[in-house]
């Protein structure tokens, strides 16, 4: 079964650093998605992201955030300059349709600690 | 804006006992429902799905869940659990309609399954 896949598995970076999460989602799908999940709280939106354009973003996807489709089959997340508060576990998610036709799938996750 | 409330932190199952686990939610419409499940280290997989029509949802690994709308909730149930079942157990709602707008999720529950 295809699946979505991300990398690095974990990434420790310094504050202050800039970081690229990377991911591939299922080739046919057309949504893509970052959440977040903090240490013991629950999973949280981030961005979503169609035809070359973020199509919706929660309030904690401030400026210091970014994606990117650079080709036709990556889907990164940047973050500019870390803080401590972004470490967390962050998910890729892509989609055939919107989740009201397609459910998201998930990729197993980047574990992202800043020191 | 849309939330859901998993009550139970964490929950405790023998082996071959039923499992029943609470999602309740808040939304001004009916919502497109889902459940999922993380093991240990990855990423979260798609139980099940509810986006209208007969209210009792059938899903992969043998879980069922019931959307009551009086009760706004979507309850996630199993016969007989196996000890692979311990996992973290996601209840998300998304907006009908929702395009590609991001899930919101429960803080989710901890089942445990006892020999």
């Known amino acids: 079964e295809p699946e979505v896949t991300q990398t690095p598995s974990h990434q420790v970076t310094q504050m202050g650093q800039e970081v690229i999460l990377r991911c591939v989602p299922i080739s046919n799908h057309l949504y893509f998605y970052w959440y977040r999940q903090i240490l013991g709280q629950k999973v949280e939106f981030l961005v979503s992201f169609y035809n070359n354009e973020i199509s919706e973003k929660s309030e904690i996807f401030d400026d210091q955030f970014s994606v990117e489709r650079p080709d036709g089959s990556n889907f990164t997340l940047k973050i500019r300059s870390t803080k401590l508060e972004d470490s967390a576990m962050y998910f890729c998610a892509s989609s055939e349709d919107s989740y009201s036709n397609q459910p998201q799938h998930f990729g197993d996750g980047t574990r992202l600690s800043i020191l | 804006a849309q939330s859901v409330t998993q009550p139970d932190i964490h929950i405790t199952v023998s082996e071959g006992a039923s499992l029943e686990l609470r999602c309740n939610y808040s939304y001004g419409a009916t919502p497109y429902l889902f459940w999922y499940v993380q093991s240990p280290g990855q990423g979260l997989q798609l139980l099940l799905k509810?986006?209208?029509?007969?209210?009792l949802v059938q899903g992969i690994k043998g879980f069922e869940a019931e959307f009551k709308r009086s009760q706004s909730s979507f309850n996630l149930r199993k016969p007989s659990v196996h000890w692979s079942d311990a996992a973290e157990y996601f209840c998300a709602v998304g907006r009908t309609g929702g395009g590609a707008d991001g899930l919101t999720f429960g803080k989710g529950t901890h089942l445990i399954i006892q020999p």
């Open positions: 509810y986006f209208s029509g007969d209210t």
